[in-house]
C-alpha cells in the first residue's frame, strides 16, 4: 500500500465555495428511529421495487417489503420495526412520484406489550439487534454467494445515482475489472458525509473493498481523495496499512467535479471513457462510493443490510449541522428537527450537494439510499437571478469537464433544435453543472442539457417501442 | 459564330431527346387521387392524424392503409370529401377540441417554490415536480402553447387555456404536457370539470382553492348515478364525454369552483 499524488488533471472544473467546516468537525450521530417513515420502492436507478405489504401489516427492521424488479432494480428492507399506514405515491426528492409505504413504527401488534419507543433505547445504546442476514465469513464464501449477499441487502450505489451494486460488481462476460476505485473525492460542497465516513469506520471500507476485490476477481484497487482531506487520507492509510496486493491511496487536487466517474478514473490512473453507451467496466474499471463499500462490509461481515445512512445536514440556515446516521425513509423535516431545527427560514432546500442536488419544494419529502445530503440555505446564500442572452465569453467551455461546448448546445436547445445539441454530444454531459456555475449571464445551462438529453432519451425509448412492435409484426 | 449557333443547337437536341425518351420510360405513375385527396385534406400539416403533414394522411388514405376520418382538423366535412373520391363510407366523426383539465391559477392554487429557470413545463416538471403546490395540475410555462400548430392555446395567470374557435384538434399538446392533463373531449360539450387531482378532499384543498374533492354532488344533481353523466377515479369527478351532461344548472352548485359550462374562451371564462 502505498500513497501517491494523481499526476493527471482533467480539463476544466470549477471551484466553488466549499464550505464544509460546517460540519466536517461532527461525529456521525445516530438518531432515533422517526415516528413516521416514508420508504420509496425507488431509491435507485431502475425498475422500481414491487411492494409486497399493504396497510394494516405489521413489519419487522429488515424484513423485505420491496421486491426487486427487473435485472436494473434494487430490493427494498423495513428500517424499522413498525405498522404500515399506507402505501400510496410519494414525491421523491428528484421530482418524480413513486410508490412508498409509510410506516408508523410508533405502532404495536395487539397482544405485545406497549413500551414507549422501544427501537429507540435499543439502538441509541448501540445495542445490535439480532442480525437480520446470517453473517458472512467473506474469506470462505464464493463469489456467488458474496454477489447475491451484496443483491439481498439491497445496495446500490450510495454516491447519489443509486445504481444497482450487485450489477455493477458483475460485468458481463468478456470484460474485464482491472481497477476497482473506491470512491472518497466527495467534491460536492457542504458535504463531509463520506469523510466523517472515512474518519471514523476505516476499517468497514476496508472489509467493503476486501469483499469487492473478490468479487470483481482481485483487481488493483485506487482509493481516491481529495487533498482537502488529510485527516481522511492519515485515517484510511492506516486502515489499509497491512493489506496485500496492488492498493494505492491516490490523492487528488480539489477541483470540481473531482468526484464523477469518469474524472476519477482520469485522475487515477489517465484512462478515458469513451462517449456512452460505453461504460467504465468497458476500459476495465468500476467505482465505487465508499459508502457503498462499509454497506457490503456490514452486509456481509454482521448480516445488515442496508436500512440507514449517513446523511450530512447542513447550510447556514439549520441550527446544528451534523453529520447523521438515519433511517432511510426519515422525512427532512424529522432530519431538521433533530439537527435543533431551523436557525432562520430556509429560502432554499437542497436534497444532496448545492452543485448536482436537486433543490426540493417541501420537507416532507423522505430520504432514500442515496441521499448524501440536505442543505438549508438561508437567503443570505441564494442568488435571485434572472437569465440573460449568451455573450459569448466562453467560460462555460473552459469551464466544462467533458470538453463540450456548452454554450452552443444551450443555444440550440433554446431554439427547439434538440438534433443539432446531439449533434455537439450533448449525451456525454454528466450534469456537473460547472457550466452554469461560470456563467455570468446567469443562463440556467446545465437544464438546457437535461431538457436535451430527456428528448433525446424518449425520442430513444420511443423509436426502441416502434422497432420492437415492429419485430413483434 | 456558326460553330457556336450549331454546338449549342447541337447541345438542346441531344437534351430534348433525352429529355423525350426520360419522359416515356422513366416516368412515375402517380395516383391522380393522391392529389385530389391532397387538395381535400386542410393543409395545416399538423401531424395530428399520425402521419407526417397532410400529403403523407393523402397516400397513406389511397393505399388503404389509414382510416378515413382520422383528420381531427378537417372533421366531417373533409371525411366525406374523402369518402367520395376514394369510394369508402365516410366514418361519422365529431369536432373534438383540446381541453386543459385545469382550473387552478395563480391565486388559486399555491405555489411552493420559486422557478426561473427554463420557461417550459417540461422542465419545470423535472426541477422536484414543478413549484405548482399541487403536483396534478397544470404548471403554466407553456409547453402545449408552444406546440399549438394553431395558436390556440395561450396561458393567463399561470393557466393555460384553449380557445375552441382555433383549435383543430390535432392533439400535439396532448402529448407535450408532462402532466397528462389535456385532453381531447367533442366539442359540443358545454360543461367540465377542470380538475385532474384524484387525492382526497382535506389534501386537494391544502394546495387549490378550486380542487375537487369528489363530493359527487354534480353526479347528484345531474340526477344520479343511473344518468351516468359522470365518472369517479379517486377524489375526482370526471364528466362522462359519451353521455355529457347539458343542465347547466349544476354548475354553480359546485362546493369547490371547478366545474364550468364551455370552459373555452369565446364565453369569457
Avoid at chain 1, 499526476?7 to 422517526?34: Q, S, T
Avoid at chain 2, 387552478?104 to 416538471?125: F, L, P
Avoid at chain 2, 385532474?196 to 344520479?224: I, Q
Amino acid at each position: 500500500m502505498r500513497t501517491v499524488k494523481s499526476p493527471f488533471k482533467f480539463k476544466g472544473g470549477v471551484h466553488p465555495d466549499y464550505n464544509k467546516e460546517l460540519a466536517r468537525d461532527k461525529a456521525i450521530e445516530r438518531m432515533p428511529v422517526p415516528a413516521e417513515l416514508v420508504v420509496s420502492m425507488s431509491q435507485h436507478l431502475g425498475a422500481p421495487a414491487k411492494c409486497l405489504v399493504k396497510a394494516g401489516d405489521f413489519v419487522k427492521r429488515g424484513q423485505l417489503i420491496g421486491e426487486k424488479n427487473g435485472f436494473i432494480s434494487v430490493c427494498v428492507r423495513a428500517p424499522a420495526d413498525g405498522k404500515v399506514v399506507a402505501v400510496e405515491k410519494r414525491l421523491g426528492p428528484a421530482g418524480g412520484k413513486a410508490d412508498a409505504v409509510i410506516f408508523d413504527t410508533t405502532a404495536k401488534p395487539e397482544g405485545e406489550p406497549a413500551e414507549p419507543n422501544n427501537q429507540t433505547i435499543k439502538q441509541s445504546n448501540n445495542q445490535t439487534i439480532s442480525p437480520i442476514l446470517p453473517p458472512l465469513d467473506w474469506k470462505a464464501a464464493s463469489r456467488e454467494e458474496l454477489l447475491k449477499r451484496v443483491e439481498e441487502a439491497g445496495i446500490c450505489g450510495m454516491g447519489g445515482a443509486g445504481f444497482p451494486t450487485n450489477v455493477k460488481l458483475n460485468p458481463p462476460p468478456g470484460k474485464r475489472c482491472e481497477y476497482l476505485i473506491l470512491n472518497g473525492a466527495e467534491c460536492e460542497p457542504y458535504l463531509t458525509a463520506d469523510f466523517r465516513l472515512m474518519l471514523e469506520r476505516a476499517d468497514r471500507i476496508r472489509v467493503g473493498v476486501e469483499i469487492m476485490r473478490k468479487i470483481l476477481g482481485g483487481p488493483a484497487v485506487r482509493i481516491a481523495i481529495e487533498e482537502n482531506k488529510p485527516e481522511a487520507i492519515a485515517a484510511m492509510e492506516k486502515a489499509f496499512a497491512d493489506i496485500e496486493g496492488n492498493v494505492e491511496i491516490v490523492v487528488l487536487p480539489v477541483l470540481y467535479p473531482q468526484g464523477s466517474e469518469k474524472h476519477q478514473i482520469f485522475a487515477t490512473v489517465g484512462r478515458v471513457v469513451p462517449e456512452p453507451p460505453a461504460l467504465p467496466i468497458d476500459v476495465g474499471f468500476v467505482v465505487e462510493n465508499l459508502g457503498t463499500g462499509a454497506a457490503i462490509g456490514d452486509a456481509v461481515e454482521k448480516g445488515d443490510p442496508l436500512l440507514e445512512r449517513v446523511t450530512t445536514v447542513s447550510g447556514d440556515a439549520v441550527a446544528e449541522p451534523k453529520n447523521v446516521l438515519a433511517p432511510s425513509g426519515t422525512k427532512y423535516s424529522d432530519l431538521i428537527a433533530f439537527c435543533g431545527g431551523e436557525k432562520v427560514p430556509p429560502a432554499k432546500l437542497i436534497s444532496g450537494g448545492t452543485m448536482m442536488g436537486f433543490a426540493v419544494s417541501t420537507p416532507e419529502i423522505a430520504t432514500t439510499k442515496t441521499t448524501s445530503g440536505l442543505l438549508l440555505l438561508s437567503s443570505k446564500r441564494v442568488f435571485q437571478y434572472s437569465s440573460q442572452a449568451c455573450i459569448n465569453c466562453g467560460r462555460c467551455v473552459r469551464a466544462c469537464p467533458m470538453n463540450l461546448n456548452a454554450a452552443e448546445i444551450a443555444k440550440a436547445v433554446e431554439s427547439d433544435d434538440v438534433k443539432a445539441a446531439e449533434d455537439l454530444h450533448v449525451m456525454t454531459c454528466i450534469e456537473c453543472g460547472a457550466c452554469s456555475f461560470s456563467c455570468p449571464a446567469y443562463r440556467p445551462i446545465t437544464q438546457f442539457c437535461r431538457r436535451a438529453k430527456n428528448s433525446i432519451r424518449a425520442r430513444m425509448a420511443a423509436e426502441k417501442a416502434k422497432a420492437a412492435a415492429a419485430a413483434a409484426k | 459564330m456558326a460553330t457556336a449557333i450549331l454546338i449549342i443547337a447541337g447541345i438542346g437536341m441531344v437534351a430534348a431527346v433525352a429529355l423525350a425518351v426520360a419522359d416515356r420510360y422513366l416516368s412515375v405513375k402517380e395516383d391522380p387521387r393522391i392529389g385530389m385527396v391532397t387538395a381535400e385534406l386542410p393543409g395545416a400539416n399538423c401531424g395530428g392524424c399520425g402521419f407526417a403533414g397532410c400529403d403523407g394522411y393523402a397516400r397513406a388514405l389511397v393505399a388503404g392503409t389509414a382510416p378515413n376520418g382520422a383528420c381531427a382538423a378537417g372533421g366531417d366535412a373533409v371525411a366525406k370529401a374523402v369518402a367520395k373520391i376514394l369510394g369508402v363510407e365516410a366514418a361519422a366523426t365529431e369536432r373534438r377540441v383540446a381541453l386543459v383539465r385545469c382550473c387552478g391559477t395563480r391565486s388559486e392554487a399555491i405555489r411552493v417554490g420559486d422557478y426561473n429557470g427554463i420557461c417550459d413545463c417540461n422542465v419545470a416538471a423535472m426541477t422536484a415536480g414543478g413549484d405548482k403546490g399541487c403536483t396534478y395540475g397544470c404548471l403554466g410555462y407553456g409547453a402545449c402553447a408552444n406546440v399549438c400548430p394553431k395558436g390556440a392555446i395561450s396561458v393567463h395567470d399561470g393557466l393555460a387555456k384553449v380557445d375552441k374557435r382555433l383549435c383543430i384538434g390535432c392533439g400535439k399538446c396532448v402529448r407535450a404536457c408532462p402532466k397528462h392533463i389535456i385532453e381531447l373531449v367533442p366539442a359540443s360539450a358545454t360543461i367540465h370539470v377542470l380538475c385532474a387531482n384524484p387525492d382526497k378532499g382535506p389534501s386537494v384543498r391544502k394546495v387549490c382553492g378550486v380542487g375537487c374533492m369528489g363530493c359527487h354532488l354534480c353526479e347528484k344533481n345531474s340526477g344520479g348515478k343511473e344518468a351516468g353523466h359522470f365518472t369517479f377515479q379517486g377524489f375526482l369527478a370526471k364528466v362522462n364525454y359519451d353521455n355529457p351532461p347539458t343542465d347547466g344548472a349544476i354548475v354553480a352548485k359546485c362546493p369547490a369552483k371547478c366545474m364550468v359550462e364551455d370552459s373555452h374562451f369565446e364565453s369569457g371564462h
